[in-house]
């Protein structure tokens, strides 16, 4: 009988959990760094005596554990790892504009002596920034505007404060209309005259064109660990070699994210891996396809 060829595992291709209730995956990881599944176990020793040793061990509880390094935060880790649905939205070809809100005092946005509405200047949207705009009352009918996000087109920030407009605007009176050309945007007065309250502010939340655009709100909900099975494929071998492994059952929380100087963000996913009745206690499945001879 010839001697068995090495078996061994090479590189890592994707991560695939999937839902223990339909079998249906959640969605693939694909940028992955490193998985790992530990299997630890502490020996409970009989000592005592003088002896040089232990007389006896036996096994303590196993702890099984699997952790994968990743460099990709899909829509789906969200929901499963932190319970909190993302709000996915279409392609926004003008831009987008949200509701201009009152932040302090209820004088920047009114209908009859504020500001009416902000809207998207189609001859100037490739100045849309990304994020949120804050308008600051100077005087009773001035305003400056800061911008807490990315700049693009022609605005850049004007000082270190965050101021982004060019100059500090005047909203005219009686449903009259101001272009802030550097920022992509038309404001529009209310139907009386204008009378801010020095020092009131305002925001809105803006986005360039884009070709769709993801929001997620984090927290909030009770903490609750997903329990899902996961798939982890491996790369073909060069001779043609395919290895799989089904871990049949895992608990995991929590998407932590990091920012580093011209470093992608890495992330680690933690979860525990439990034994599945449902399989006999069991923990994993390995699966190999030999190559063809």
Request: glycine share 10%; charged share 20%.
């Amino acid at each position: 009988m010839a001697i068995e060829k090495v078996k061994d595992f090479y590189g890592a291709k994707f991560l695939i959990p999937y839902s223990r209730t339909t079998g249906l995956p959640f969605g693939v990881f694909r940028v992955l760094q490193e998985i790992n599944f530990e299997r630890k176990v502490d020996f409970k020793d009989l000592t005592g005596g003088d002896a040089q040793g232990a007389w006896d061990t036996e096994l303590g509880q196993p702890e099984n554990s699997l952790s994968v390094k990743l460099k990709e935060y899909p829509n789906f880790v969200f929901s499963l790892f932190e319970g909190n649905t993302p709000t996915e939205n279409a392609a926004e070809a003008a831009g987008y504009i949200g509701t201009p809100t009152n932040k302090v005092g209820t004088s920047v946005i009114k209908a009859t002596t504020g500001i009416a509405s902000i809207a998207v200047k189609s001859a100037k949207i490739a100045n849309l920034p990304a994020g949120r705009l804050l308008l600051k009352a100077t005087a009773a009918n001035k305003i400056r505007i800061y911008l807490l996000g990315l700049p693009k087109g022609d605005a850049a920030f004007q000082n270190i404060g965050g101021e982004i407009a060019s100059a500090e605007i005047t909203i005219p009176s009686s449903s009259g209309t101001v272009d802030v050309d550097d920022l992509g945007l038309t404001i529009t007065a209310g139907s009386g005259t204008v009378a801010f309250t020095a020092d009131d502010t305002a925001y809105v939340d803006v986005r360039p064109v884009n070709s769709g655009s993801m929001s997620v709100d984090v927290g909030g909900v009770t903490a609750t660990m997903s329990e899902f099975g996961a798939m982890v494929v491996f790369p073909q071998k060069s001779d043609g070699a395919i290895f799989y492994i089904d871990i049949f059952r895992v608990k995991a929380f929590g998407v932590p994210w990091s920012a580093k100087m011209r470093e992608w963000s890495e992330w680690t996913l933690n979860g525990k891996v439990l034994v599945d009745t449902a399989n006999s206690d069991k923990l994993y499945r390995l699966c190999q396809t030999y190559p063809n001879a």
